[in-house]
Antibody
Framework: DVQLVESGGGLVQPGGSLKLSCVAS????????MHWVRQASGKGLEWVGR??????????AYAASVKGRFTISRDDSKNTAYLQMNSLKTDDTAVYYC??????WGQGALVTVSS | SYELTQPPSVSVSPGQTARITCSAD??????AYWYQQKPGQAPVLMIY???ERPSGIPERFSGSTSGTTVTLTISGVQAEDEADYYC???????????FGGGTKLTVL
């Protein structure tokens, strides 16, 4: 069975940092672009960014709202994708999903930015 | 920035046909994808590459495209189809993905 399991969510103060992990299983992770998508409570889906695989030089791209603050990385030896979030703002409070944007989505990790 | 526009809500009675549109603000249009999301759950892919249906998705779900607008059609709507639906596509470079604002489908 395919699984994407996020971890690392929690409560952080404005200006702080947090790193989410996403462990994948059941599919060829190294060949897959991995995306992060977030959803604030009661709101719609927002694309955060993505990282491509080795064949595409691990290229990254980010939404304007997070560019310069968030960094996506991956470790194919661990079938894991990461989302490093710095300079967090209250507006970053959301459930963060890792996903291939196709069939596979994680269950989501809640990030709350509050003092 | 590239934007996708969906109606906030659509309401239909059971057995009727629901159509949810998604309009892009510019050409060219990249492929569109449709997701269904029920409360407290992760999104589920319903249509990919404008018109393709993943295995396991009921045949009553179909996608179509015309110009810069894509449409998700649900024929013979069932109560279990009540959910939020999101379209997703990319800008002309194919780099930056974007979601529509979402449409809440209510089955009366």
């Amino acid at each position: 069975d395919v699984q994407l399991v996020e971890s690392g969510g929690g409560l952080v103060q404005p200006g702080g940092s947090l790193k989410l992990s996403c462990v994948a299983s059941g599919f060829t992770f190294s060949d897959s672009a991995m995306h992060w998508v977030r959803q604030a409570s009661g709101k719609g889906l927002e694309w955060v960014g993505r990282i491509r695989g080795k064949a595409n030089s691990y290229a990254t791209a980010y939404a304007a709202s997070v560019k310069g603050r968030f960094t996506i990385s991956r470790d194919d030896s661990k079938n894991t994708a990461y989302l490093q979030m710095n300079s967090l703002k209250t507006d970053d409070t959301a459930v963060y999903y890792c996903t291939t944007l196709l069939d596979y989505w994680g269950q989501g990790a809640l990030v709350t930015v509050s003092s | 920035s590239y934007e996708l526009t969906q109606p906030p809500s659509v309401s239909v009675s059971p057995g009727q046909t629901a159509r949810i549109t998604c309009s892009a603000d510019a050409l060219p249009k990249e492929y569109a994808y449709w997701y269904q999301q029920k409360p407290g759950q992760a999104p589920v892919l319903m249509i990919y590459k404008d018109i393709e249906r993943p295995s396991g998705i009921p045949e009553r779900f179909s996608g179509s495209t015309s110009g810069t607008t894509v449409t998700l059609t649900i024929s013979g709507v069932q109560a279990e189809d009540e959910a939020d639906y999101y379209c997703q596509s990319a800008d002309s470079s194919g780099t930056y993905r974007v979601f529509g604002g979402g449409t809440k489908l209510t089955v009366l």
